[in-house]
T-cell receptor
Framework: DAGVIQSPRHEVTEMGQEVTLRCKPISGHNSLFWYRQTMMRGLELLIYFNNNVPIDDSGMPEDRFSAKMPNASFSTLKIQPSEPRDSAVYFC?????????????FGPGTRLTVL | GENVEQHPSTLSVQEGDSAVIKCTYSDSASNYFPWYKQELGKRPQLIIDIRSNVGEKKDQRIAVTLNKTAKHFSLHITETQPEDSAVYFCAASYTGGGNKLTFGTGTQLKVEL
């Protein structure tokens, strides 16, 4: 099993540009989570999906952020327009989503730098 | 919503000593408590978890205890080694909550030679 796959691993962009982060969950997992990690705010849940449906997006900081999951094997997190304060490591995680609280497996993360 | 507090924020121990990290949670419905280890520049990885139907769980040098009445749980690492140096996160979740994890703020553990 390849685990959770994220791309790109590093992204450097200029303020105002659109950024798209990608995630492929572990095959057979029904839940997918997007997190942001910074020194100041720690590990924050942005949004999560069950069976491709967004369940809770209360962590999405503002309208500049959007996430989609068009099918069970792919999700995107988009920031448009990007700002320097969006610089962080963005993790995607997946879990079985059986209905019982279960283990989340994290991807390697995307380190985003907005200049 | 759930709130998880974690202490201490930094912990320095001598190699071979024990390390204890403590977390408290606010939502009595929480019933799943994982611990993640994150090495510098790497992803968080699960090291041990416990469910509310047990009070203690052990895996080699790592153990977790849970006190549901007091709403706190702790990570114990015995015979610490330099490779234990990392940031440790506790988290809480509950069945029916969509498997949404609420994380603590992390503990930077440093094991000194």
């Amino acid at each position: 099993d390849a685990g959770v796959i994220q791309s790109p691993r590093h992204e450097v962009t200029e303020m105002g540009q659109e950024v798209t982060l990608r995630c492929k969950p572990i095959s057979g997992h029904n839940s997918l989570f997007w997190y942001r990690q910074t020194m100041m705010r720690g590990l924050e849940l942005l949004i999560y999906f069950n069976n491709n449906v967004p369940i809770d997006d209360s962590g999405m900081p503002e309208d500049r952020f959007s996430a989609k999951m068009p099918n069970a094997s792919f999700s995107t997190l988009k920031i448009q327009p990007s700002e320097p304060r969006d610089s962080a490591v963005y993790f995607c995680a997946s879990s079985l989503g059986t209905g019982r609280a279960d283990t989340q497996y994290f991807g390697p993360g995307t380190r985003l730098t907005v200049l | 919503g759930e709130n998880v507090e974690q202490h201490p924020s930094t912990l320095s121990v001598q190699e071979g000593d024990s390390a204890v990290i403590k977390c408290t949670y606010s939502d009595s419905a929480s019933n799943y408590f994982p611990w993640y280890k994150q090495e510098l520049g790497k992803r968080p990885q699960l090291i041990i978890d416990i469910r509310s139907n047990v009070g203690e769980k052990k895996d080699q040098r790592i153990a977790v205890t849970l006190n549901k009445t007091a709403k706190h749980f702790s990570l114990h690492i015995t015979e610490t080694q330099p490779e234990d140096s990392a940031v440790y996160f506790c988290a809480a979740s509950y069945t029916g909550g969509g498997n949404k994890l609420t994380f603590g703020t992390g503990t930077q553990l440093k094991v000194e030679l």
